[in-house]
């Protein structure tokens, strides 16, 4: 169903039940999904939020300057994708981490053209320090770089099987969307992805899927074309 995709990680995802740092059994999971589905013929771009390190948005309201604590929320996105990048390499598939900013020897400066001759090769691209700009989200950083590549659509990995009424770890009483647009979505304000994310997604025709991320075989399922998640389109 999809041929080339972006993966949406958040930080809490990579730092396991607890959210916080990295969970290496999570990240070895993650990177056996991923590497399934490069060798099943399909083209994976990553992006990683930070949370699990630092989130700039909550660090400003502990004293940190917003712009600073931004580009420290960057720069946990590069921790996380060196992290995941290690664990597919061991596994035997190519992985490079590109960076929105210049951070040589350490990763490799992101370049549209050379991430998508990655991703034709065969290897996985991971790409972040979000848009290298402060105030946006690695959400808006993820939709932005999947019409870079011409994504088919952006796979956002959550903790649940997709998208709710309502937070369906606290209201047992949620329903489960199907699929929804953009439209709707916005105006139940159903936070799937911030507005930036979804204004570039509806104007690049990517749809989003939301989906779990720690079930089993569940990207998988998704790529092969079995009704996984929630599907958010225009």
Avoid: W
Wanted: with cysteine; net charge negative; proline share 3%.
């Amino acid at each position: 169903m999809y041929k080339r995709v972006l993966l949406k990680l958040s930080g809490e995802s990579l730092g396991g039940p607890s959210g916080k740092g990295l969970d290496e059994q999570r990240i070895a999971a993650y990177a056996s999904q991923i590497v399934s589905a490069v060798r099943s013929g399909h083209q994976v771009a990553v992006v990683n939020g930070g949370g699990n390190i630092f989130r700039g948005l909550q660090g400003s309201g502990k004293g940190f300057d917003r712009v600073d604590g931004d580009k420290m929320g960057m720069l946990a996105t590069v921790i996380n994708s060196m992290a995941l990048a290690q664990f597919i390499r061991e596994q035997g598939v190519r992985a490079e981490v590109f960076t929105a900013t210049p951070m040589e020897p350490i990763a490799r400066y992101y370049v549209r053209d050379a991430a998508v001759r990655l991703l034709e090769e065969g290897g996985v691209a991971l790409i972040a320090g979000g848009t290298g700009n402060p105030f946006f989200t690695t959400d808006s950083g993820a939709a932005l770089r999947a019409l870079e590549i011409g994504a088919d659509a952006v796979l956002k990995g959550t903790r649940v099987d997709g998208v709710y009424t309502a937070d369906p770890e606290k209201d047992p009483t949620a329903v489960k969307y199907e699929e929804l647009t953009f439209s709707k979505a916005l105006a139940d304000h159903l936070k799937v992805m911030d507005a930036t994310a979804f204004a570039l997604c509806e104007q690049g025709n990517v749809p989003i899927v939301v989906f779990n991320i720690d079930q089993d075989g569940a990207l998988a399922d998704l790529l092969e074309g079995k009704k996984v998640g929630t599907t958010v389109h225009a």
